[in-house]
Nanobody, 125 residues
Framework: QLQLVESGGGLVQPGGSLKLSCSAP????????IGWFRQAPGKEREGVSC????????SVADSVKGRFTISRDDTKSVVYLQMDNLKPEDTAVYYC??????????????????WGQGTQVTVSS
């Protein structure tokens, strides 16, 4: 069982930045693609970004392109989601998920094996 823990969420003003982290016990993210998803109240879950297990293939949703960046540091067993120029419509609970040996992003949500508990991001003035 792979345990994923999201952190870094919070309240930020429009135009601000947050950096989310998806962490797991040492080396347990190795060989896993990681996806970030979000779900706002009353809305369906949306795929935000993905990074493959080697770190050489990524994807971002059109809604966040140019503002969000995904990266990974396997030495620290963490995947980051840097979120810049945040907008009120980015408000949601953000989840990370893991897929073993996922090599091509984006990866459909149904394929991910493990999910974190989520972290709240609120963009409001």
């Amino acid at each position: 069982q792979l345990q994923l823990v999201e952190s870094g969420g919070g309240l930020v003003q429009p135009g601000g930045s947050l950096k989310l982290s998806c962490s797991a016990p040492k080396h347990s993210l190795d060989y896993n693609a990681i996806g970030w998803f979000r779900q706002a109240p009353g809305k369906e879950r949306e795929g935000v970004s993905c990074i493959n297990y080697r770190g050489d293939n990524t994807s971002v949703a059109d809604s966040v392109k140019g503002r969000f960046t995904i990266s990974r540091d396997d030495t620290k067993s963490v995947v980051y989601l840097q979120m810049d120029n945040l907008k009120p419509e980015d408000t949601a609970v953000y989840y990370c998920a893991a897929n073993g040996y996922g090599s091509i992003c984006p990866i459909p949500a149904r394929v991910y094996h493990y999910w974190g508990q989520g972290t709240q991001v609120t963009v409001s003035s």
